[in-house]
């Protein structure tokens, strides 16, 4: 009942930027977090960076400075720009938020993953 869909990613030379969006929709409530993981080939699932319903901002130390994330709470979407890619980026990046849904009858807490984007830099 509750859906996340990405846009954006593709193929960049490094030192290009890309923006992702992540809009959630559905029997949303409220949304705690939305935010960014990635997955390179043979790795584990990282955190990219996370924003609040306030704004505070969490981001992974590799990214600082070249990545800005914000947020439309009426849209319920986020948006990730990446600036100053490097091949290390490379990667699917998955959007995920944190939201309480509300069926009529009860409340439910819960992540929520987007289908995930391929987000490439070559040298």
């Known amino acids: 009942q509750v859906q996340l869909v990405e846009s954006g990613g593709g193929l960049v030379q490094a030192g290009g930027s890309l923006r992702l969006s992540c809009a959630a929709s559905?029997?949303?409530?409220?949304?705690?977090?939305m935010g960014w993981y990635r997955q390179a080939p043979g790795k584990q699932r990282d955190l990219v960076v996370l924003?609040?319903?306030?704004?505070?901002?969490n981001y992974a130390d590799s990214v600082k400075g070249r990545f800005t994330i914000s947020r439309d709470n009426a849209r319920n979407t986020a948006y990730l720009q990446m600036n100053n890619l490097k091949p290390e980026d490379t990667a699917v990046y998955y959007c995920?938020?944190?939201?309480?849904?509300?069926?009529?009858?009860?409340?439910?807490?819960?992540?929520?993953w987007g289908q995930g984007t391929q987000v490439t830099v070559s040298s």
């Open positions: 995920n938020a944190q939201i309480t849904s509300y069926t009529g009858i009860y409340f439910s807490d819960r992540d929520y």
């Open positions: 559905g029997k949303i409530f409220s949304i705690r977090s």
């Open positions: 924003i609040t319903t306030n704004g505070t901002t």
